[in-house]
């Protein structure tokens, strides 16, 4: 059994040296094998490095002056042939970083205008044709947030607590919490009914849930009702998407997919269903918070 393990642990080993480890950093899998070589031989020509390391002939000058570049090996230019040596991977490792922190601030300063370029293809109004698209399982809160972070000018939203309760979906509602108070930061305006036959113990656990992001919300910007008309969740974006949430029959305690849908028509029916259920609802004012 003993050297079973050991075989074992030696294949692992070897497959891992065999994979290319700086990839992530920046490294092809033949600037890999030549530094690798280095390291293990020290320095060597052209020649020798092409051959130890198995990247091509043709290919041996265009990865050293990579790697130069690089930061990872220096080279002997004056010497005939010409000399390879690593740099210590200590300081092999600080170069590479320091490439990517630049990679990451260059592209972070140029991404408003890459942003601006793109708004100039982006259709301002939707298609009347039909789109949809369905999250599942663990796709089903996330795909449903990213959809509520898209919204630029006004959100209808409702949320049903009628067979669970708040506290059931405790980090969901947090996550919502943190997305509202950043959409009516940025000018956004909300409407929020809540369907359920107890407002007084919803509203006491929704408070406990959100009271750190409570001191963000705007409340001119943001509007509370509750009724007790029960459907299924849904939120209404900018006047033309919608998107809903669908409880699992099995579990009641779990949503079991979301639905995106993107039609002005169908976004403006669902509309006038929530705004004729806000007519009915029961104000409630933040400000009495």
């Not at 094998?33 to 051959?51: I, N, Q």
């Not at 040596?85 to 990451?104: G, H, T």
């Not at 009516?184 to 919803?202: A, F, H, N, P, S």
């Amino acid at each position: 059994m003993k050297k079973l393990k050991t075989v074992y642990l030696v294949i692992k080993m070897t497959s891992v040296q065999n994979e290319n480890v700086l990839e992530r950093y920046g490294l092809t899998n033949y600037e890999f094998a030549a530094y690798k070589t280095l390291l293990h031989r020290g320095a060597c020509d052209a020649k020798e490095l092409s051959e130890n390391s198995k990247v091509p002939t043709g290919r041996i000058y265009d990865v050293t002056g990579s790697l130069e570049n690089k930061g990872l090996i220096d080279i002997q230019k004056y010497s005939r042939p010409k000399l390879y040596s690593p740099v210590d991977p200590s300081i092999a490792m600080k170069n590479l970083l320091e490439r990517k922190r630049e990679e990451l601030e260059a592209l972070t300063e140029n991404a408003l205008v890459v942003e601006d370029e793109l708004k100039k293809y982006h259709r301002t109004t939707p298609s009347e044709s039909l789109f949809w698209k369905i999250g599942i399982g663990k796709e089903t809160i996330d795909r449903f947030n990213a959809r509520l972070i898209e919204t630029q000018n006004e959100m209808l939203y409702y949320g049903e607590f009628f067979e669970t309760r708040p506290h059931n979906h405790a980090q969901e509602i947090r996550e919502e919490a943190e997305i509202f108070a950043d959409l009516q930061e940025r000018g956004v305006t909300i409407k929020i009914l809540l369907g359920t036959k107890d407002k007084e113990g919803t509203l006491q656990e929704m408070l406990e849930l959100i009271f750190p992001v409570l001191h963000r919300y705007d409340f001119d910007k943001m509007q509370v009702k509750f009724t007790k008309t029960i459907t299924l969740p849904f939120v209404i974006i900018d006047e033309e998407k919608v998107v809903m949430k669908i409880v699992n029959p099995a579990n009641l305690q779990e949503y079991f997919a979301s639905i995106y849908v993107w039609q002005r028509k169908f976004a403006t029916e669902l509309s006038q269903k929530f705004q004729e259920m806000w007519s009915k609802a029961e104000e409630f004012s933040m400000e009495n918070l």
